[in-house]
């Protein structure tokens, strides 16, 4: 019987060590054997720990007149799984002018079942494209790159258009990205670029890859958005450099990234609703490391599994959710060694139809309307919806983003995404260009590196639940020293409210 409790208790303090280092954020290495499972359970621990929200706002115009009010309704919803999240109990929207200045801010509060309100337009406000930004508390412990942000045009009927200067726009940089990561010597890879201006809009662009000697080896030029591809030999002992020349005929020089002689690197070719990954090393590498391959949507990890060499892995696409799914290449380290971005769109998202009860309305007449929400089986769905109600004679519906692309596309991705609904039109061309984006943007919500090791991310900033606290100091008038008992008056005339402390 003293046996049996000895090995009950000493049970019960290797468990204890063992929770006390995953709060802590530490998790030991294991057996090479065990890491897709160790793996899986970081991912899984990493989204307990820090769970995250994305925002998108739904304007009720996509421009607007100085003067005017800009509404909205923010809906906040789980980065993860996009069911809608009412935690944090302010969502915060700020105007930013096309000089990047706060134009305007303000602090929602989730009351009767929504984010909802309004940004002032200041009268004076000069002409041009303005920036929507809304984001919590709790999103602060990201970098803005995963922000909520909409462009909105603003004009001025009283803006003096001659003094308006525009920027020429003739500058530009080209930044190359070889698939999985890195140039494999004397091994054909995928080559994607992406041309983008100084003010962050895409660049077309057309130019020529040259060796080291000067020796012409490839023309190229962009396909979409400044965006583009082509399949590329390094040859061992060499270096490439492009010329890159404009629509506006301004050249420039950019280096090539430089081909390593050791590495792997995962490349993504697709045939219809099936994907071929493999794995691509330098030509004359004899290399054969012990790798696994894993899997995750959003941090949501469908398989971690030993890649065996010399064999391709079928993806069936229909197997994941729709968004973007991150392949990663770890060593027996469990470090990544190679990574790549492919966009799932399996047509599984809730069927929306909108039908009101009359086709033609007398003046200030009620509308009745009917919504039927199913999900992509045809079942009923309960759900929470913002409708912006506008003259067609006067307003164009926004055509190049939706809260689709907001929640499957752009809030997943760094950097500034030109026209997202371009890339949901289910065509040939649209899905080519989509798998550029894959190459050329990066997904980073978590720190894929540290997680492996089991350095997991913890959130700095908490959800912000309680009500905002006001503070100050009362000093004295000649000594600037903290007087005592000093009664303050609090009030706001907008709200009739008043209170004393």
């Not at 894993?294 to 069936?316: E, P, S, Y």
Request: aromatic share 10%.
């Amino acid at each position: 019987m003293n046996k049996i409790k000895l090995l009950i208790l000493l049970f019960l303090i290797f468990f204890v060590n063992a929770y006390s280092q995953v709060i802590t954020g530490k998790i030991h290495m294991g057996n090479n054997s065990d890491i897709p499972d160790r793996l899986i359970s970081l991912f899984q621990k990493q989204l307990e720990i820090f769970p995250q929200e994305k925002i998108y706002v739904h304007t009720d115009k996509p421009y607007y007149i100085s003067g005017e009010k800009i509404w909205f309704r923010a809906h906040l919803a789980n980065a993860m799984n996009h069911e809608p999240v009412s935690v944090s109990r302010y969502v915060y929207v700020e105007l930013f002018s096309p000089v990047d200045t706060v134009v305007t801010r303000v602090k929602i509060r989730h009351e009767e079942g929504a984010y909802h309100g309004y940004l002032s337009i200041p009268e004076d406000a000069p002409e041009g494209n303005y920036t929507i930004r809304a984001y919590t508390a709790f999103m602060q412990n990201l970098d803005e790159d995963y922000f909520f942000t909409k462009t909105v045009y603003i004009g001025n009927p009283q803006a003096d258009k001659k003094n308006q200067k525009l920027k020429s726009g003739d500058d530009f940089d080209v930044s190359f990205y070889p698939e999985g990561g890195s140039l494999m010597q004397g091994t054909f890879c995928k080559l994607a670029f992406k041309a983008m201006k100084s003010n962050g809009q895409s660049a077309n662009i057309s130019g020529m890859i040259y060796d080291q000697t000067g020796k012409e080896i490839k023309e190229f030029k962009s396909e979409h958005l400044g965006m583009g591809s082509f399949p590329f030999l390094a040859e061992k002992s060499k270096t490439y450099y492009a010329i890159c020349k404009n629509d506006k005929g301004k050249t420039k020089r950019f280096d090539l990234p430089t081909a390593v002689d050791y590495g792997y690197a995962l490349s993504v070719n697709r045939v219809k609703d099936k994907m071929y990954v493999s794995v691509l090393k330098p030509a004359e590498a004899t290399q054969n490391d012990e790798l696994y391959l894993l899997a995750h949507t959003r941090g949501m990890v469908h398989f971690a599994d030993r890649w065996h060499h010399g064999k391709n892995h079928l993806i069936q696409q229909e197997q994941f959710p729709s968004g973007v799914l991150h392949l990663i290449l770890f060593d027996s380290g469990s470090n990544p060694v190679s990574e790549r971005l492919v966009f799932i769109n399996n047509q599984d998202q809730a069927q929306v139809s909108y039908l009101p009860d009359q086709e033609n309305y007398n003046i200030r007449s009620l509308v009745k309307n009917r919504v039927t929400l199913t999900d992509s089986g045809g079942q009923p769905l309960a759900g929470s919806f913002s409708v912006a109600v506008t003259s067609d004679r006067e307003v164009k519906p926004d055509s190049t983003s939706n809260i689709l692309t907001e929640l499957l596309l752009t809030s997943d991705l760094r950097g500034n995404i030109e026209n997202p609904a371009y890339y949901f039109q289910n065509t040939t061309s649209s899905a080519l260009t989509l798998d550029l984006l894959m190459c050329t943007q990066g997904w980073r919500r978590y720190n894929i590196a540290e997680l492996a090791q089991g350095r997991l991310s913890k959130p700095t900033i908490p959800i912000e639940i309680a009500p905002r606290k006001i503070s100050g100091i009362v000093k004295n008038d000649l000594l600037r020293t903290p007087a005592k008992d000093i009664e303050v008056a609090i009030y706001s005339l907008k709200h009739n409210f008043f209170e004393k402390t």
